[in-house]
């Protein structure tokens, strides 16, 4: 798209400043918004499963080297 | 006897843990951002989630060098993130693909299955370079600074700065298709790459600063 620089070359592009910014801040929401979205889901099973299951070897290890 | 290693400077409880429960309680709690960024690369739950988990373990068998007091969940984001390049360099060399194909396709590659779930906004996300993706979502979406960024993605401050800046209008360019104020012409799904790279090279000379999208506030 080109400007029409035979015309008022001033208020069209701030204008269009303006509404970029707009809908740059709309999108950069969005954004937000999806990946809010994912870290405010419940942590699933598996993931506390495999922190216990550290844990787990974790003990064994320490068991092993303390006695 | 156990000796603790010089890097973990945690109060000794005299328990078993040296602090390694602290560590796991920390790591508990960022397993959401973990989620997140993961999904973000990947473009799809289950893969995310199994690199997400991957990243993990290899936290907690790295834990010995984490510099408590520093960044953890950058430094997180930062085994997630070469945990996600090397899995896909493995990948590649177990089932060799058209690389440039898949980049001009929104969804395509691994994700094609998952796209039509997606929003508009994470389908245009798809079409983004893997650094201007990565780069908009740690500053944009996980509020890293510039700095960490750069740390995460071991690149100069100044090009995350110039990644994001293109990967926001190259987002907005999909979205928003030929007519940039319209905002809700969408535009065909393979035509979207190449789209944003013509409109890029008319909209963003390399003077720049006349779009806005660069400006930043003082």
């Known amino acids: 798209m080109q400007w029409d620089n035979t015309v008022s070359n001033d208020e069209k592009p701030n204008e269009k400043a303006r509404a970029i910014r707009a809908r740059q801040r709309a999108i950069g929401r969005e954004l937000r918004r999806m990946y809010d979205d994912v870290a405010q889901e419940p942590v699933p099973d598996d993931f506390l499963d495999l922190l216990r299951r550290i844990d787990d070897a974790e003990d064994a290890r320490t068991g092993k080297k303390v006695s | ?218």
């Open chain 2, 1 to 218: 006897m156990v000796s603790s290693s010089p890097m973990r400077q945690h109060v000794e409880t005299g328990q078993k843990d040296n602090g390694d429960g602290d560590f796991k309680t920390e790591l508990l709690a960022l397993i959401p951002f973990l989620r997140a960024f993961a999904r973000s690369l990947t473009g799809n739950q289950e893969g995310a989630d199994d690199l997400a988990q991957e990243t993990l373990v290899k936290a907690w068998q790295s834990r010995a060098t984490f510099i408590p007091g520093t960044n953890l969940k950058a430094w997180l984001f930062t085994i997630l993130r070469n945990q996600f390049y090397s899995d896909r360099r493995r990948a590649w060399r177990q089932a060799p693909w058209d690389q440039d194909a898949a980049e001009r396709i929104p969804g395509g590659g691994e994700d094609q299955i998952f796209s039509a779930q997606l929003s508009d906004t994470a389908r245009a996300l798809r079409v983004l370079s893997d650094e201007q993706r990565e780069a908009l979502i740690l500053v944009g979406a996980g509020g890293f600074s510039y700095e960490d960024a750069a740390a995460i993605c071991k690149c100069a401050v100044g090009t995350v700065k110039s990644r994001v800046a293109r990967a926001r209008k190259a987002l907005m360019e999909i979205l928003d298709g030929d007519d940039t104020l319209a905002g809700v012409t969408r535009p065909a799904e393979g035509d979207a790459a190449r789209e944003i790279m013509a409109q890029l090279d008319r909209l963003a000379p390399p003077e720049t600063g006349e779009t806005g999208g660069k400006r930043r506030p003082k």
